[in-house]
């Protein structure tokens, strides 16, 4: 497994140009192949969505219903890589890879029992959930059968999202990429073998997926054997350290769901907007969500290195590096502002027939671009914080940014393009409000260094 880290001798204030130098290679070699991995993970959805479309529109209905339920699961339980990143870099960078390691262990011994529970939990509500949507029969059965199926594999893929968390703690994005990538390949020619060569249908794909996702949990799980005997760390959990885990992945859960909240409030507003406003929404959502990828990936890099900073106890650093993330994040909001401005008027036939839809697009589009300087503020500046272990103020903050959005969603969201107005600039500008009062005061650095 790479160990590559920071090159910490070279942040002193007597060679600056030097230090930012250094600085840039780091979040350049963490976040590069973080965005591979990162990209590579909705690709597994959009396979078996593309296999199982050719098995008839129920078929792809009951595969969209299900993997609505299971993304939701997963994306609140993110937090099992997002607490799990600092809690590593942070023991890393004050020199003790064995409790690096060993917090990396508790992490993953903790996704392994939420996964436990909540697939065995699911398993008599997938019905229930399944029908809360209210599809059509036949659409229900099928994605019950999906539903149940998958269960089988939560367990599997929260392992592996705390085994990314161990490795990027430990600096390591590449090997994250390697393996989401193998898995991306063999899932598709499994999942292709289940649903065509051996007729399984839509239980094929779920079967393929579970199996490709136990099979990535394994390998993880033999790469923190390895560290851990390397180390000297202990296999078995820490009590100590997985409560730890869990008090700062309850207010990360928190976090993410004050986000979850948001996006599904703006696509519940734009339901009112008819059905040439929803489909237009929809489109923009998955724009901004593809970008955020390349934003994502800075952050990544900003949990990495500020956690190993504060470990290391140094503080020029943490500034050093949330400078550089700052400069980086805007300037990349604007490079893709600029892309997408420049898109703006083409893309709608690549997402849509309709000619209203393609033109309400670009309008929505340029408010998308125009709003991305600020998104890139705001990822970055979300993953210092995340890296810093200041998770319960991202929850609280959290709780505050909806609490200003909703009232302006209510208010000004009764048009398309005011729904994105607000949400590009009221949602994202908040966040930035918010993010950037904590991580610009005076002394936060202080405050994440006592904790």
């Given at each position: ?8 001798d070279?942040t ?34 959009l ?18 219903v299900a ?19 600092p809690a ?10 064995r ?14 029992g ?33 539903l149940?199926?998958s ?10 999202t ?46 393929g ?68 406003g ?25 949990q990495?290195l500020v ?6 106890r ?19 909001g ?6 997408t401005?420049?898109?703006?008027g083409v893309?709608g036939p ?31 500046l979300?993953?210092?914080?995340i ?34 107005a607000?949400?590009?600039?009221g ?19 202080a ?5």
């Amino acid at each position: 497994m790479p160990t590559d880290q920071p090159d910490d001798d070279t942040t002193t204030a007597d060679d600056p140009r030097r230090a930012r130098r250094s600085v840039d290679r780091d979040i350049v070699r963490l976040a590069l192949p973080a965005l591979g991995a990162l990209v590579v993970e909705p690709l597994f959805l959009l396979t078996d969505t593309a296999l199982v479309g050719h098995l008839g529109a129920t078929s792809l209905a009951a595969v969209g219903v299900a993997s609505a339920v299971l993304q939701t699961v997963t994306g609140l339980l993110v937090f099992l890589a997002y607490a799990t990143t600092p809690a590593v870099a942070r023991a890393l960078g004050s020199g003790d890879r064995r409790g690096a390691v060993h917090a990396g262990i508790d992490g993953m011994w903790l996704a392994l029992g939420l996964g436990g529970v909540l697939a065995l939990l699911g398993w008599p509500l997938a019905g229930p959930l399944i029908d809360l949507f209210g599809a059509a029969p036949e659409v229900s059965e099928a994605a019950t059968a999906y539903l149940l199926v998958s269960l089988i594999g939560l367990p599997g893929i929260l392992v592996v999202t705390a085994s990314t968390g161990l490795l990027r703690g430990l600096q390591d994005t590449r090997t994250p990429l390697v393996v989401a990538t193998v898995g991306f390949i063999a899932n598709g020619l499994l999942n292709a073998l289940l649903i065509y060569g051996l007729g399984w249908g839509v239980a094929g794909s779920a079967a393929g997926t579970v199996v490709v996702q136990w099979a990535m949990a394994a390998v993880y799980v033999v790469i923190a054997v390895r560290a851990a005997r390397a180390s000297g760390a202990p296999l078995r959990p820490g009590a100590s350290g997985v409560v730890r885990a869990l008090r700062s992945g309850a207010w990360l859960f928190l976090r993410t769901a004050s986000l979850r909240i948001a996006m599904l409030t703006t696509i519940a507003t734009a339901t009112g907007l008819g059905t040439i406003g929803l489909a237009t929404t929809q489109i923009g959502l998955t724009v901004f969500s593809t970008l955020a990828f390349a934003l994502d990936a800075l952050a990544i890099a900003g949990q990495a290195l500020v956690g190993h900073a504060l470990g290391a106890r140094d503080a020029e650093r943490v500034r050093l590096v949330t400078g550089r993330l700052v400069v980086l994040g805007i300037a990349g909001g604007v490079l893709l502002g600029l892309l997408t401005l420049a898109a703006s008027g083409v893309l709608g036939p690549v997402f849509s027939d309709s000619p209203a839809v393609r033109a309400a697009l670009p309008p929505v589009l340029v408010l998308i671009a125009a709003g991305l300087p600020i998104a890139g503020y705001v990822f970055v500046l979300d993953g210092v914080l995340i890296g810093a272990g200041d998770a319960r103020y991202l929850a609280l903050a959290g709780v505050a940014n909806l609490v200003v959005y909703l009232p302006l969603l209510w208010w000004l969201g009764d048009g398309l393009a005011s729904l994105w107005a607000v949400f590009s600039f009221g949602y994202i500008g908040i966040r930035a409000v918010t993010l950037g009062l904590r991580a610009h005061r005076p002394g936060w650095i202080a405050a994440a260094l006592a904790r």
